[in-house]
């Protein structure tokens, strides 16, 4: 069974910086795509970032490119989001999860989990002044 445990959020004003990480127990993520998800009070899940730990290849929405960066620690078998220049819009629960991959070449993740309702407890993050 997959599981992931989200941690690293908090408090931060407009501008600031947070480091998420998701750490794998009981599989090795380079087996793997791992996706970042956050939900806002009110609204419903929507994709941040996603990485394919088998080439390394990554993909961030749009709302989020320039400003997030995932990234994989093989050997801690963590999955990072580097968040930067946070803004208010930002502040959500934020999930990791396994995702799906395409069938092309090379292989990319995409913003869609492999199990359906597989969060996990997330971590809060809140940007606020």
């Known amino acids: 069974q997959l599981h992931l445990e989200e941690s690293g959020g908090g408090l931060v004003q407009p501008g600031g910086s947070l480091q998420l990480s998701c750490a794998a127990s009981g599989f090795t993520l380079g087996d793997y795509a791992i996706g970042w998800f956050r939900q806002g009070a009110g609204k419903e899940h929507e994709g941040v970032s996603c990485?394919?730990?088998?080439?390394?290849?990554?993909h961030y929405e749009a709302s989020v490119k320039g400003r997030f960066t995932i990234s994989t620690d093989n050997a801690k078998n963590t999955v990072y989001l580097q968040m930067n220049s946070l803004k208010p819009e930002d502040s959500a629960t934020y999930y990791c999860v396994a995702v799906l991959m395409t069938a092309g070449i090379p292989p990319m993740c995409v913003m869609r989990p492999i199990e359906e309702n597989s969060w996990g407890r997330g971590t809060q993050v809140t940007v606020s002044s």
């Open positions: 990485i394919n730990n088998e080439n390394g290849m990554t």
